[in-house]
Protein backbone atom coordinates (compact mmCIF):
# COMPACT_ATOMS: atom_id res chain seq x y z
CA UNK A 1 0.00 0.00 0.00
CA UNK A 2 2.86 2.32 0.75
CA UNK A 3 4.42 1.49 -3.07
CA UNK A 4 1.31 2.19 -4.53
CA UNK A 5 0.59 5.71 -2.45
CA UNK A 6 4.20 6.66 -3.67
CA UNK A 7 3.72 5.57 -7.11
CA UNK A 8 0.32 7.49 -7.65
CA UNK A 9 1.78 10.50 -5.31
CA UNK A 10 4.89 10.79 -8.34
CA UNK A 11 2.45 9.74 -11.00
CA UNK A 12 0.22 13.13 -9.76
CA UNK A 13 3.69 15.05 -9.14
CA UNK A 14 4.94 14.12 -12.79
CA UNK A 15 1.33 15.15 -14.36
CA UNK A 16 1.32 18.41 -12.73
CA UNK A 17 5.23 19.59 -13.86
CA UNK A 18 3.99 18.07 -17.05
CA UNK A 19 1.06 20.10 -17.60
CA UNK A 20 3.63 23.19 -16.31
CA UNK A 21 5.55 22.70 -18.77
CA UNK A 22 3.76 22.06 -21.61
CA UNK A 23 1.76 25.48 -20.40
CA UNK A 24 4.89 27.05 -20.22
CA UNK A 25 6.23 25.44 -23.39
CA UNK A 26 3.26 27.04 -25.01
CA UNK A 27 3.62 30.66 -23.71
CA UNK A 28 6.75 30.57 -24.42
CA UNK A 29 6.19 29.72 -28.03
CA UNK A 30 3.71 32.43 -28.28
CA UNK A 31 5.83 34.97 -27.32
CA UNK A 32 8.83 33.89 -29.28
CA UNK A 33 6.06 33.43 -32.50
CA UNK A 34 5.19 36.86 -31.83
CA UNK A 35 8.81 38.26 -31.53
CA UNK A 36 9.67 36.46 -34.81
CA UNK A 37 6.66 38.46 -36.56
CA UNK A 38 7.47 41.42 -35.48
CA UNK A 39 11.19 40.92 -36.69
CA UNK A 40 9.61 39.70 -39.91
CA UNK A 41 7.34 43.22 -39.95
CA UNK A 42 10.55 45.42 -39.57
CA UNK A 43 12.24 43.49 -42.02
CA UNK A 44 9.72 44.08 -44.46
CA UNK A 45 9.57 47.72 -43.52
CA UNK A 46 13.41 47.77 -44.27
CA UNK A 47 12.85 45.90 -48.05
CA UNK A 48 10.51 48.96 -48.54
CA UNK A 49 12.19 51.68 -47.02
CA UNK A 50 15.45 50.40 -48.69
CA UNK A 51 13.49 51.42 -51.92
CA UNK A 52 14.34 55.19 -51.00
CA UNK A 53 17.88 54.65 -51.63
CA UNK A 54 16.67 54.25 -55.59
CA UNK A 55 14.85 57.53 -54.84
CA UNK A 56 17.75 59.17 -53.67
CA UNK A 57 19.33 57.92 -56.74
CA UNK A 58 16.78 59.96 -58.72
CA UNK A 59 17.74 63.12 -55.90
CA UNK A 60 20.99 62.86 -56.87
CA UNK A 61 20.06 62.53 -60.94
CA UNK A 62 17.66 65.59 -60.45
CA UNK A 63 20.53 67.34 -58.48
CA UNK A 64 23.13 67.01 -61.33
CA UNK A 65 20.68 67.69 -63.97
CA UNK A 66 20.11 71.68 -62.03
CA UNK A 67 23.73 71.79 -61.85
CA UNK A 68 24.06 71.59 -65.53
CA UNK A 69 21.44 73.33 -66.30
CA UNK A 70 23.21 76.13 -64.25
CA UNK A 71 26.57 75.89 -65.36
CA UNK A 72 25.12 76.11 -69.26
CA UNK A 73 22.87 79.69 -68.23
CA UNK A 74 25.67 80.89 -66.58
CA UNK A 75 27.67 80.32 -70.01
CA UNK A 76 30.75 78.97 -68.46
CA UNK A 77 33.40 76.28 -69.71
CA UNK A 78 30.60 73.23 -68.64
CA UNK A 79 32.52 69.95 -68.73
CA UNK A 80 28.80 67.89 -69.31
CA UNK A 81 30.53 64.68 -69.68
CA UNK A 82 31.27 64.96 -65.78
CA UNK A 83 27.41 65.78 -65.41
CA UNK A 84 26.56 62.76 -67.59
CA UNK A 85 28.61 60.38 -66.06
CA UNK A 86 27.52 61.11 -62.93
CA UNK A 87 23.73 60.97 -64.19
CA UNK A 88 24.46 57.15 -66.12
CA UNK A 89 25.92 55.88 -63.12
CA UNK A 90 23.04 56.65 -60.62
CA UNK A 91 20.44 56.04 -63.33
CA UNK A 92 22.13 52.38 -63.60
CA UNK A 93 21.79 51.88 -60.09
CA UNK A 94 18.21 52.73 -60.22
CA UNK A 95 17.20 51.20 -63.22
CA UNK A 96 18.78 47.85 -62.09
CA UNK A 97 16.44 48.14 -58.67
CA UNK A 98 13.69 45.31 -58.67
CA UNK A 99 10.51 46.80 -60.40
CA UNK A 100 7.28 44.90 -60.78
CA UNK A 101 5.95 44.79 -64.30
CA UNK A 102 3.72 48.08 -64.02
CA UNK A 103 6.96 49.66 -62.45
CA UNK A 104 9.00 48.43 -64.97
CA UNK A 105 6.47 49.70 -67.89
CA UNK A 106 6.87 53.37 -66.33
CA UNK A 107 11.09 53.03 -66.06
CA UNK A 108 11.41 51.43 -69.53
CA UNK A 109 9.29 54.53 -71.12
CA UNK A 110 11.64 57.09 -68.69
CA UNK A 111 14.74 55.11 -69.69
CA UNK A 112 14.48 55.94 -73.23
CA UNK A 113 14.21 59.99 -72.67
CA UNK A 114 17.09 59.44 -70.13
CA UNK A 115 19.55 58.16 -72.60
CA UNK A 116 18.59 60.25 -75.25
CA UNK A 117 19.22 63.49 -72.79
CA UNK A 118 22.59 62.15 -72.41
CA UNK A 119 24.03 64.26 -75.37
CA UNK A 120 26.54 66.98 -75.27
CA UNK A 121 24.26 68.26 -78.70
CA UNK A 122 20.72 68.10 -76.52
CA UNK A 123 18.88 71.53 -75.50
CA UNK A 124 18.03 73.31 -72.11
CA UNK A 125 14.13 71.87 -72.76
CA UNK A 126 15.35 68.37 -72.97
CA UNK A 127 17.16 68.73 -69.96
CA UNK A 128 14.47 70.55 -68.04
CA UNK A 129 12.04 67.70 -69.56
CA UNK A 130 14.40 64.78 -68.07
CA UNK A 131 14.11 66.72 -64.55
CA UNK A 132 10.08 66.48 -64.71
CA UNK A 133 10.14 62.82 -65.68
CA UNK A 134 12.70 62.33 -62.70
CA UNK A 135 10.44 64.09 -60.67
CA UNK A 136 7.29 61.98 -61.81
CA UNK A 137 9.25 59.09 -60.91
CA UNK A 138 10.01 60.12 -57.07
CA UNK A 139 6.46 60.36 -56.55
CA UNK A 140 5.63 57.24 -58.21
CA UNK A 141 8.13 55.40 -56.22
CA UNK A 142 6.71 57.03 -52.91
CA UNK A 143 3.16 56.01 -54.05
CA UNK A 144 4.01 52.69 -54.86
CA UNK A 145 5.97 52.10 -51.19
CA UNK A 146 2.82 53.61 -49.42
CA UNK A 147 0.69 51.70 -51.28
CA UNK A 148 2.95 48.49 -50.94
CA UNK A 149 2.96 48.82 -47.33
CA UNK A 150 -0.51 49.20 -46.72
CA UNK A 151 -1.04 46.10 -48.38
CA UNK A 152 1.42 44.34 -46.17
CA UNK A 153 0.32 45.92 -43.06
CA UNK A 154 -3.34 44.48 -43.64
CA UNK A 155 -1.72 41.24 -44.48
CA UNK A 156 0.40 41.20 -41.15
CA UNK A 157 -2.39 41.81 -39.16
CA UNK A 158 -4.24 39.40 -40.47
CA UNK A 159 -1.79 36.77 -40.27
CA UNK A 160 -1.12 38.45 -36.40
CA UNK A 161 -4.71 37.38 -35.80
CA UNK A 162 -4.37 33.85 -37.09
CA UNK A 163 -1.55 33.12 -34.79
CA UNK A 164 -2.96 34.40 -32.11
CA UNK A 165 -6.07 32.48 -32.19
CA UNK A 166 -4.21 29.70 -33.04
CA UNK A 167 -1.88 30.02 -30.03
CA UNK A 168 -5.32 30.33 -27.93
CA UNK A 169 -6.59 27.44 -29.29
CA UNK A 170 -3.32 25.17 -29.33
CA UNK A 171 -3.32 25.93 -25.24
CA UNK A 172 -7.45 24.99 -24.69
CA UNK A 173 -6.71 21.60 -26.60
CA UNK A 174 -3.10 21.00 -24.58
CA UNK A 175 -5.36 22.17 -21.44
CA UNK A 176 -8.25 19.44 -22.12
CA UNK A 177 -5.81 16.82 -23.13
CA UNK A 178 -4.13 17.33 -19.52
CA UNK A 179 -7.03 17.52 -18.00
CA UNK A 180 -8.47 14.11 -19.60
CA UNK A 181 -5.75 12.08 -18.69
CA UNK A 182 -5.44 13.33 -15.17
CA UNK A 183 -9.23 12.38 -14.93
CA UNK A 184 -8.55 9.39 -15.66
CA UNK A 185 -5.59 8.62 -14.00
CA UNK A 186 -7.67 9.59 -11.05
CA UNK A 187 -10.88 7.46 -11.77
CA UNK A 188 -8.41 4.02 -12.08
CA UNK A 189 -6.70 4.93 -8.98
CA UNK A 190 -10.39 5.49 -7.40
CA UNK A 191 -11.31 1.79 -9.02
CA UNK A 192 -7.92 0.63 -7.79
CA UNK A 193 -8.62 1.61 -4.24
CA UNK A 194 -12.35 -0.20 -3.93
CA UNK A 195 -10.63 -3.05 -5.76
CA UNK A 196 -7.43 -3.08 -3.41
CA UNK A 197 -10.35 -2.59 -0.21
CA UNK A 198 -12.22 -5.38 -1.25
CA UNK A 199 -9.54 -8.20 -2.22
CA UNK A 200 -6.30 -6.79 -0.26
CA UNK A 201 -6.69 -9.18 2.68
CA UNK A 202 -6.65 -12.37 0.47
CA UNK A 203 -4.28 -10.92 -2.05
CA UNK A 204 -1.82 -9.90 0.53
CA UNK A 205 -1.96 -11.66 3.69
CA UNK A 206 -0.90 -15.05 5.41
CA UNK A 207 -3.98 -17.17 5.90
CA UNK A 208 -2.29 -18.58 9.47
CA UNK A 209 -1.10 -15.75 10.76
CA UNK A 210 -2.67 -12.79 8.69
CA UNK A 211 0.69 -11.55 8.70
CA UNK A 212 1.88 -10.12 4.72
CA UNK A 213 2.64 -12.76 2.98
CA UNK A 214 5.21 -13.83 0.45
CA UNK A 215 3.68 -12.35 -2.51
CA UNK A 216 3.32 -9.08 -0.94
CA UNK A 217 7.01 -9.16 0.45
CA UNK A 218 8.75 -9.23 -2.86
CA UNK A 219 6.29 -6.42 -4.09
CA UNK A 220 7.91 -4.32 -0.94
CA UNK A 221 11.05 -5.56 -0.52
CA UNK A 222 11.66 -5.24 -4.40
CA UNK A 223 10.88 -1.63 -4.14
CA UNK A 224 12.91 -0.93 -0.81
CA UNK A 225 15.96 0.51 -2.14
CA UNK A 226 13.64 2.68 -4.31
CA UNK A 227 11.69 3.83 -1.90
CA UNK A 228 14.78 4.50 0.51
CA UNK A 229 16.96 6.21 -2.23
CA UNK A 230 13.54 8.56 -3.14
CA UNK A 231 13.18 9.79 0.67
CA UNK A 232 16.83 9.47 1.93
CA UNK A 233 15.77 6.82 4.79
CA UNK A 234 17.97 4.10 6.38
CA UNK A 235 16.12 0.93 6.26
CA UNK A 236 16.12 -2.04 8.15
CA UNK A 237 15.39 -5.86 7.08
CA UNK A 238 15.09 -8.27 9.83
CA UNK A 239 14.95 -11.95 8.98
CA UNK A 240 13.52 -13.94 12.44
CA UNK A 241 13.53 -17.72 12.88
CA UNK A 242 11.91 -19.85 15.83
CA UNK A 243 14.70 -21.67 17.52
CA UNK A 244 14.58 -25.49 17.10
CA UNK A 245 10.89 -25.30 15.56
CA UNK A 246 11.20 -28.76 14.07
CA UNK A 247 12.06 -30.00 17.66
CA UNK A 248 8.95 -28.41 18.67
CA UNK A 249 6.27 -29.70 16.27
CA UNK A 250 8.09 -33.31 16.72
CA UNK A 251 7.74 -32.72 20.61
CA UNK A 252 3.75 -31.05 20.81
CA UNK A 253 2.86 -31.92 17.52
CA UNK A 254 1.93 -29.83 14.24
CA UNK A 255 -1.16 -28.38 16.17
CA UNK A 256 0.26 -26.69 18.64
CA UNK A 257 3.57 -26.04 16.07
CA UNK A 258 0.83 -23.82 14.28
CA UNK A 259 -0.75 -22.36 17.67
CA UNK A 260 3.07 -21.18 18.66
CA UNK A 261 3.85 -19.55 14.73
CA UNK A 262 0.36 -17.53 15.34
CA UNK A 263 1.29 -16.55 18.43
CA UNK A 264 4.59 -14.81 17.10
CA UNK A 265 3.35 -13.81 14.50
CA UNK A 266 0.79 -11.95 16.80
CA UNK A 267 3.95 -10.31 18.72
CA UNK A 268 5.66 -9.29 15.85
CA UNK A 269 2.65 -7.80 14.99
CA UNK A 270 1.71 -5.96 17.45
CA UNK A 271 5.29 -4.63 18.32
CA UNK A 272 6.20 -3.63 15.32
CA UNK A 273 2.96 -1.77 13.77
CA UNK A 274 3.82 2.04 13.23
CA UNK A 275 4.02 3.39 9.95
CA UNK A 276 6.22 2.26 7.38
CA UNK A 277 7.37 -1.11 9.52
CA UNK A 278 5.83 -4.01 7.91
CA UNK A 279 5.62 -7.67 9.52
CA UNK A 280 5.64 -10.52 6.72
CA UNK A 281 5.64 -13.98 7.09
CA UNK A 282 8.78 -15.82 4.67
CA UNK A 283 7.50 -19.28 4.82
CA UNK A 284 7.44 -21.93 7.32
CA UNK A 285 8.80 -20.89 11.26
CA UNK A 286 10.53 -17.57 9.27
CA UNK A 287 9.17 -13.98 9.48
CA UNK A 288 10.51 -11.00 7.64
CA UNK A 289 10.08 -7.59 9.16
CA UNK A 290 10.71 -4.16 7.08
CA UNK A 291 11.25 -0.92 8.58
CA UNK A 292 11.67 2.38 6.91
CA UNK A 293 13.20 5.15 8.33
CA UNK A 294 15.22 4.13 11.32
CA UNK A 295 18.51 4.19 12.80
CA UNK A 296 20.83 1.53 13.99
CA UNK A 297 20.81 2.78 17.91
CA UNK A 298 17.09 2.04 17.62
CA UNK A 299 16.94 -0.77 15.71
CA UNK A 300 19.43 -2.99 18.40
CA UNK A 301 16.53 -1.66 20.84
CA UNK A 302 13.46 -2.99 18.61
CA UNK A 303 15.71 -6.56 18.37
CA UNK A 304 16.79 -6.37 21.94
CA UNK A 305 13.19 -5.88 22.73
CA UNK A 306 11.22 -8.16 20.60
CA UNK A 307 13.75 -11.43 21.33
CA UNK A 308 12.70 -10.63 25.39
CA UNK A 309 8.86 -10.60 24.34
CA UNK A 310 8.90 -13.82 22.60
CA UNK A 311 10.63 -15.30 25.46
CA UNK A 312 8.01 -13.95 27.22
CA UNK A 313 5.11 -15.38 25.92
CA UNK A 314 6.47 -18.48 27.82
CA UNK A 315 5.61 -21.09 25.29
CA UNK A 316 6.70 -24.15 26.55
CA UNK A 317 10.03 -25.33 24.62
CA UNK A 318 11.42 -28.46 26.96
CA UNK A 319 13.27 -29.60 23.73
CA UNK A 320 15.02 -25.98 23.16
CA UNK A 321 18.96 -26.50 23.82
CA UNK A 322 19.07 -22.90 25.29
CA UNK A 323 15.65 -22.31 26.70
CA UNK A 324 12.61 -23.77 28.69
CA UNK A 325 10.97 -21.35 26.44
CA UNK A 326 10.30 -20.64 22.53
CA UNK A 327 12.99 -17.98 21.52
CA UNK A 328 14.02 -16.38 18.15
CA UNK A 329 16.89 -16.28 16.11
CA UNK A 330 17.72 -12.30 14.43
CA UNK A 331 19.35 -11.65 11.57
CA UNK A 332 19.24 -7.64 10.15
CA UNK A 333 20.91 -5.46 7.58
CA UNK A 334 20.55 -1.84 7.26
CA UNK A 335 20.36 -0.25 3.75
CA UNK A 336 22.02 3.07 3.31
CA UNK A 337 20.16 5.56 0.81
CA UNK A 338 21.60 5.61 -2.36
CA UNK A 339 24.15 2.40 -2.03
CA UNK A 340 22.69 0.76 -4.57
CA UNK A 341 23.10 -2.89 -3.55
CA UNK A 342 20.75 -5.17 -5.92
CA UNK A 343 17.52 -6.98 -3.26
CA UNK A 344 19.42 -10.04 -4.05
CA UNK A 345 22.66 -9.26 -1.88
CA UNK A 346 20.56 -7.44 0.38
CA UNK A 347 18.74 -10.86 1.34
CA UNK A 348 21.51 -12.96 1.09
CA UNK A 349 23.24 -10.45 3.76
CA UNK A 350 20.09 -10.55 6.18
CA UNK A 351 20.19 -14.43 5.77
CA UNK A 352 24.19 -14.75 6.81
CA UNK A 353 23.53 -12.64 9.70
CA UNK A 354 20.56 -15.01 11.18
CA UNK A 355 23.01 -17.84 10.67
CA UNK A 356 25.72 -15.94 12.77
CA UNK A 357 22.67 -15.60 15.48
CA UNK A 358 22.51 -19.45 15.19
CA UNK A 359 26.09 -20.10 15.25
CA UNK A 360 26.55 -17.85 18.01
CA UNK A 361 24.10 -19.44 20.06
CA UNK A 362 20.59 -18.38 19.03
CA UNK A 363 18.07 -15.99 21.16
CA UNK A 364 20.19 -13.14 19.85
CA UNK A 365 20.43 -10.96 16.80
CA UNK A 366 23.09 -9.81 14.46
CA UNK A 367 23.10 -6.48 12.64
Not at 100 to 127: F, G, Q, W
Not at 272 to 280: C, G, H, I, L, M
Request: charged share 30%.
Amino acid sequence: MFMKREFYKSVSFKLAVLSVIILTSLITSSFMFYSQIEKLKNQIDYIYFGNYIPVLKLHNIDDNYQALIKCIKTQKVCDRQAFFDNIKKDWKYYNNAYKSDSERKVVNEINKDILASLNKKEKLSTYKAAIKKINFLKEYEKNIAYKKRQEFLKEYSSMKDYLFYNVILLVVISFLFISVIIYSIIKKDNQLKILTKKYAIESITDSMTKLYNRKYFDKIFDNMPFISNANKWKTAFVMVDIDFFKQYNDTYGHDMGDLTLKAVATELKNYFNKEYEYVFRLGGEEFGVILFDIDEDILKECLKDINKSIESLKIEHKNSKISNFVTISIGAIIYEPNSYISCNKLYKLADENLYKSKQNGRNQFTI
